[in-house]
């Protein structure tokens, strides 16, 4: 981007929005919902982010879906954001893959015939508010303790050297790397609720304690909650949606 390019044109109040004695203090984000099962539905296909891949000389699809809840008092409320499922079936557990469990778990009794019918079912389920039940959980992450674990396993000085370290590595000795520093990353895991502040405010970052430990190492961590959809656990919904 060349900023001396930029527009010096004068701002309309379209482009401006409120601002002066029209603006007001943003409202309280709310706090994420609490950890369980609910009935949720897609809310959104970031085609942007979906493709098809090879792999082993086929074809397959991944998906960056939004989740939301589907009914209750907490319905239409975020369940995660960004979730990346694709079409490959797992070699272990139910042998289905991530889009197979949501499809089933959604009702559908046929498998789509082709990638591009099942790319059709997923934008009819967003349409049709198809609803499933889905397993919401937390996690605390801190990037900081991640990225130290993944420069100790590489020997490396920044964050770009690691990476690029790790994808010379062998297929057992990456996978072992980035294990590490995930491992090493994951702060909290099934964090049942937010944390909240005295206000009741709720708290999307706070301290990492690892890192405050080795604040020698220059870094200072927070770690942040965000929520995952435990995939492997959809379940089948009760409603029947006809597809
Ligand atoms: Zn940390």
Redesign the pocket.
């Known amino acids: 981007m060349d900023f001396s390019n930029l527009p010096d044109e004068q701002l309309t109040e379209e482009q401006l929005g409120a601002w002066g004695d029209d603006w007001q203090e943003p409202v309280d984000i709310p706090p994420p919902i609490p950890a369980g099962r609910y009935l949720l539905k897609i809310s959104k296909i970031h085609e942007d982010r979906s493709n098809a891949f090879e792999y082993q000389g086929k074809s397959h699809l991944s998906v960056v879906l939004d989740f939301a809840v589907a009914e209750g008092p907490l319905a239409n409320r975020s369940a995660e954001t960004y979730a990346q499922l694709n079409s490959m079936p797992s070699f272990f557990g139910n042998r289905a893959s991530d889009i197979g469990n949501l499809l089933n778990a959604a009702g559908l009794t046929q498998p789509p015939a082709s990638l591009r019918a099942m790319h059709d079912t997923l934008v009819r389920m967003v349409a049709s508010g198809t609803s499933f039940e889905g397993r919401v959980e937390w996690e605390g992450h801190?990037s900081?303790?991640y990225e130290r674990a993944l420069l100790a396993a590489t020997d490396a000085l920044d964050i770009e050297a690691a990476k690029a370290a790790a994808s010379m590595l062998g297929k057992e000795e990456k996978k072992r790397a980035y294990n590490e520093a995930r491992k090493a990353g994951k702060k909290v895991s099934k964090m049942t609720q937010f944390p909240t502040a005295p206000n009741g405010n709720y708290i999307p970052f706070f301290a990492?304690p690892?890192?405050e430990k080795e604040a020698a190492f220059g870094s200072e961590?927070i770690v942040q909650a965000k929520s995952v959809v435990i995939r492997r656990s959809f379940h089948r919904s009760t409603l029947k949606e006809s597809f």
Do not use: L
């Open positions: 801190c900081a303790c990492c690892q890192c961590g």
